[in-house]
């Protein structure tokens, strides 16, 4: 079945050329992008992403190096405009307002982790559980679970980098034992409680009311999702 993402190049005429498409937005942040994509397309409209550079298979933002833009098919467009002006009419900032953590606590959360984020976006994304994002019938939110793929292999790499440089002394096997009890879920979500990070996330009203907040899971994929973003944004 093809994705809804490849429905404007499949979608062919009599001739067998795909449709023109026509440029609606313009961002410098990938997260940006995804979050109008999905919105447009919660609305029907299928919509494609090009850029000046290569992009990464991570969530990260590439301010500085290309531009992002979303096309949709020509006889879409105006409709697409519309969709996007009204959704940042009703709907605040990223980080602000209602469904999202409060700004003053996410200016909290950045004295406890020692950063000042040029894209504050990647920690909202860091903090939202997928429940949270489920809830949102536009599609426009996205959740933390691409960030905590990336923010476990940061986080694997800096730990064997550091067993590495410090324990020349062990051999594979202890060091492995050692790192494995370093990114288990229980040193990570007792890492999370230490900073309070329970409190900061995003999540849907049934994780919510079962005790969300203070699951080791959530919490330890929530601290990955946070080393990733705070790879992203300071490297």
């Not at 594979?172 to 050692?178: A, N, R, W």
């Not at 899971?217 to 944004?233: F, N, Q």
Request: charged share 30%.
């Amino acid at each position: 079945m093809p994705s809804r993402r490849g429905s404007i190049v499949d979608s062919r005429d009599a001739r067998g050329s795909a449709p023109p498409l026509t440029v609606v937005f313009r961002t410098h942040s990938d997260i940006e992008a995804s979050l109008v994509r999905g919105l447009l397309e919660a609305h029907g409209i299928y919509a494609a992403l090009s850029s000046d550079v290569p992009h990464s298979v991570f969530p990260l933002t590439i301010d500085g190096l290309g531009e992002v833009r979303i096309s949709v098919a020509s006889d879409q467009a105006d409709e697409a405009r519309e969709v996007i002006a009204r959704q940042r009419v009703a709907v605040p900032e990223a980080g602000t307002g209602e469904g999202a953590a409060d700004t003053r606590d996410l200016s909290e959360l950045e004295l406890r982790l020692g950063h000042r984020f040029e894209d504050p976006r990647l920690l909202d994304r860091a903090l939202t559980h997928r429940s949270r994002a489920n809830e949102d019938v536009s599609g426009a939110i996205a959740d933390n679970e691409s960030l905590e793929f990336l923010g476990d292999a940061v986080l694997g790499f800096a730990v064997a980098d550091f067993l590495f440089r410090e324990f020349p002394q062990f051999d594979e096997g202890q060091k492995s034992k050692i790192k494995a009890s370093l990114v288990s879920t229980t040193t990570l979500a007792d890492q999370a409680r230490r900073i309070g990070l329970g409190d900061f996330l995003a999540l849907g009203r049934g994780e919510e009311k079962t005790g969300g907040r203070r699951k080791h899971a959530l919490l330890a994929d929530g601290y990955e999702a946070v080393i990733a973003a705070l790879y992203l944004d300071g490297g």
